[in-house]
């Protein structure tokens, strides 16, 4: 099989090109827009100062929100927003009906050690479940859901709340690097139009809500002007002014929030269902695409992973090939059989007629790229 000689990204994957040296797109991008990191940690420092001095100024009450998932990446932010830079913080969950008992019990340590407050959202089971075989019967996805009612209720809960900072640990830096044709996230145009096109009987109006259009030009000002301006309410990107090292990540939320990772997993730990979107990928879109191979691929660029130790992992992982342990939980909550399942999933690119290409997707991805270089 061919892959980038820097990571271990192969070359069958959407969208990868590798140049004359073996190297793909993805680490060529990642060089160009982290060149000067290192030189432009102390800017980055006191931009992020100047950002939680603004919120404080303008909160009510909370400083901060954080999406809190019972993953390594939220509890570090909850960490640092707490015990680093003392900000007031309430946390939010969704209770997507597939939260692990790991998750569980990371959320009620991290809430015991940080002293936060919790707000948790629980869509009806029922009408969950149904949106979720919703969404897989005609995009062949169900992520979309669960991602969604991520996004949808931080706005929520920071708008009612009145909390100008909602903080998280998503990072083009450290994460795998998803492309449309394999995964969809939570994109309310995406969402609207399959909803459009395949109408859903049941009340979903609290997984609509969005930004105000003030909040969506207050955005666009904060990343066109590099964060100089930063008024009304803001998503951080906690990883874009942050070291995020993950072995450091891991010693810090363990000894200090009692975070806990599975024996077999430590990514991903918050969703039990995980495995089965990482086992579809590779049956049904790229078969050389194990679970391991894009995250190892963003650390080894990120310089937290050697290149050999990756291989060997992946290249094991490649010789597994098991429907994993948690499809017969997920099949059961569903309603589903196994052949059902899989027939859903089969055309790996149905999902696509629902993107919309998005000029505006297109513009913040490149202003946040633009504000991190
Ligand atoms: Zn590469």
Known sequence: MERCSRCVTPASYPGTRLN???????????????????ETRAERAEKFRTILDQARRRSSYYHALVPLSGGKDSAYVLYLATKVYNLRVLC??????????????????????????????????????????????????????????ITAGSFFVSHKFNIPLILTGSSEKTEERLVPDIFQDGDLSFFKKVLKEHPFPDDIQAFLFDRTFYERVQRALFLLTGGRISQGRMDIYMPDYHDWNYAEIYSTIS????????????????????????????????????????????????????REEALGVVENEDRERTVPKETRIFLERMGMTEEELRKLMTDGRRHMQYQTGGFVRRAVAFLRSRRTS
């Not at 004359?20 to 290192?38: I, P, R, T």
């Not at 990482?278 to 080894?300: C, D, G, K, N, Q």
């Open 20 to 38: 004359s040296d073996g190297v793909c797109n993805q680490c060529l991008d990642y060089e160009a827009k982290y060149a000067h990191w290192d």
């Open 92 to 149: 939010y969950t969704i209770d997507n009906g597939f939260h692990s008992p790991i998750a569980k019990e990371n959320i009620a340590a991290a809430l015991a050690a940080t002293g936060a407050d919790h707000f948790v959202f629980r869509p009806h089971h029922g009408s969950l479940m149904k949106l979720y075989r919703h969404f897989l019967e005609h995009t062949g996805m169900f992520c979309p859901v669960c991602m969604r009612g």
């Open 255 to 306: 000894s200090k929030l009692g975070w806990r990772s599975l024996p077999d997993r430590d990514e991903h730990v918050d969703c039990l269902v995980e495995p089965i979107v990482h086992y579809f990928i590779r049956e049904m879109r790229v078969p050389e695409l194990t679970p391991s191979t894009l995250r190892y691929s963003a650390e080894i660029r990120a310089g937290q992973r050697t």
